[in-house]
């Protein structure tokens, strides 16, 4: 059995326990890249194309070359295949800026009109490792989470698109940082709130809370990243007879709803089963939405308009 499969953008399947980053890449220097975290389940990568979608508005977000959507399903099935279909894994497909001394060369290129050297190449690989230990956990027994201010307005990301909210990047150091900071709390996950006071998202998940026959995320525009994972539910949970919605949420709202739920393609979707020291029990109607969740990244098709 293999335990990490490494394929570059070329479709080559390189030795994982072999070098691959050149020191001045730009994405290890600067964090200045984007990637998408896919689950690998029965051999195929899940709601492939939904990730590959988030995959170019992020690209774009960073004015990073336009993605060949082409070449990235070529190497992303051929590493679903090496890793193969007797456990699910974990997914990355990584896109950085290149090497900054290529870059400084396409910058001295362009200033000298050679213009045909001036395209720096980007580094792009696809990476698939053992699914963490936590994952079954989370997805069986849920997480308990702490409320953390992210120090942002809900509309910094209107006002500031620089800070590229919405786009998956490499900068996640203070995701983790803030992860760190629960689990010394004693907590697994943690739910990020606006100076407003409203729900933002999780370090690594989106934030859905369940009432009655609904299911409500707080929109996108608030500055947090549109979950491939929220999505496949929505599209699944609206066939079954649930209204859902993008609406504002206030950490009030966390305490009044039958549900909350940390959704990512990873964890899939995980109840929170205490908020802030406080139990949430589970709701008749968990197993429902685990399995709507499930369908759904089955189901996900086409790239939609992210
Ligand atoms: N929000 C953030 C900040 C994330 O990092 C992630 C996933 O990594 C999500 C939300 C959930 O997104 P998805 O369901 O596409 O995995």
New binding site residues.
């Given amino acids: 059995m293999v335990d990490r499969v490494l394929v570059t953008l070329d479709g080559v399947v390189q030795d994982a326990d072999a070098p691959l980053l050149f020191a001045d890449d730009i994405g290890v220097l600067r964090g200045d890249g984007v990637f998408e975290?896919v689950l690998v389940r029965g051999g195929s990568a899940c709601a492939l194309e939904f990730h590959l979608g988030?995959l170019r508005r992020s690209a774009q977000a960073l004015e990073l070359p336009e993605p060949e959507l082409s070449r990235w399903r070529e190497a992303v099935e051929t590493a679903a295949k090496e890793w193969g279909t007797e456990d699910e894994g974990i997914m990355r497909l990584v896109l950085t800026r290149g090497r900054d001394s290529e870059l400084s060369g396409a910058r001295s290129s362009v200033k000298s009109g050679d213009l045909a050297a001036a395209v720096p190449v980007p580094t792009a690989y696809v990476l698939v490792m053992p699914v963490p230990e936590r994952v079954a956990k989370a997805r069986t027994e849920g997480v308990s989470v702490v409320t953390l201010p992210r120090g942002i307005s809900i509309d910094l990301a209107q006002a500031a698109p620089w800070q590229l909210l919405g786009a998956?990047t490499l900068s996640y150091a203070t995701?983790m940082a803030a992860l760190r900071f629960a689990h010394r709390m004693g907590a697994d996950d943690v739910i990020f709130t606006s100076t407003e006071n409203r729900v933002l998202?999780?370090?690594?998940?989106?934030v859905v809370i369940a009432r009655d026959k609904k299911l409500i995320t707080p929109p996108a525009k608030n500055g947090?990243?549109p979950?491939?994972?929220?999505r496949a539910l929505f599209a699944e949970a609206e066939k079954a007879g649930w209204t859902c919605s993008y609406e504002l949420l206030f950490t009030a709202d966390l305490l009044t709803c039958d549900s909350i739920w940390m959704?990512?393609?990873i964890s899939l979707a995980a109840r929170v089963n205490s908020l802030d020291g406080l139990r949430m029990s589970a709701p008749d109607n968990a197993q429902e939405i685990i399995d709507l969740v499930d369908r759904g990244i089955d189901r996900a098709g086409a790239i939609g308009d992210w």
């Fill in positions: 975290t988030r998956k995701n998202e999780g370090p690594r998940s989106t947090v990243l979950g491939v994972t929220q959704l990512s393609s």
